[in-house]
């Protein structure tokens, strides 16, 4: 929570600041939050969180995975860290619920820095790309994602095998 307060108006959400509060902290009350650290000195370089399930629909449509706030600290926003983030975070949601098949998040509609990224993601077969109220709602199928990441951790293995 101290890591997110420090770094709270560079998550872009357009809402008050309760709201801000509640969507940040729902992963630690109702789903699984994750801490990224640097490999050089373990400092908190980054967090993500999820529910399952969605608050429209009282958390019972289970089948939807929500990430409710991923940050990564611009510095290391270029680097494998944030695929190695990814990829440890669809473990988790695998992991917690294996009948998960859609991961969703929400975004401000525009974000053109992070847009090159999202457009990869909504360019995955299944996947929708929805604006309500100057949000984007990204739709992803879990498993086109987790195959899309997968061809990075195979090229991940192979170099931690040639060390």
Known sequence: MKFLLRHFTDLNLPYAFAVKLSFVSSPLLFGKAMLILSDDDYDVVGVAGFVYGTGTNSYED????????????????????????????????????????????????????????????????????????????????????????????????TVEGSK
Request: a neutral charge.
């Open 62 to 157: 289970r089948h939807i995975c929500q990430v409710e706030v991923a940050y990564l600290r611009p510095e290391y926003r270029r680097t494998t860290l944030f695929m190695q983030g990814l990829l440890t975070l669809l473990g988790e949601i695998k992991a917690g619920s294996p009948e998960v098949e859609k991961v969703q998040f929400w975004v401000a509609e525009g974000q053109s820095e992070e847009e090159r990224l999202f457009s990869k993601f909504t360019a995955l077969p299944g996947s929708e790309r929805h604006i309500v109220n100057g949000l984007a709602c990204h739709q992803i199928p879990f498993r086109g994602l987790e195959d899309y990441c997968s061809r990075f951790q195979r090229r991940y293995e």
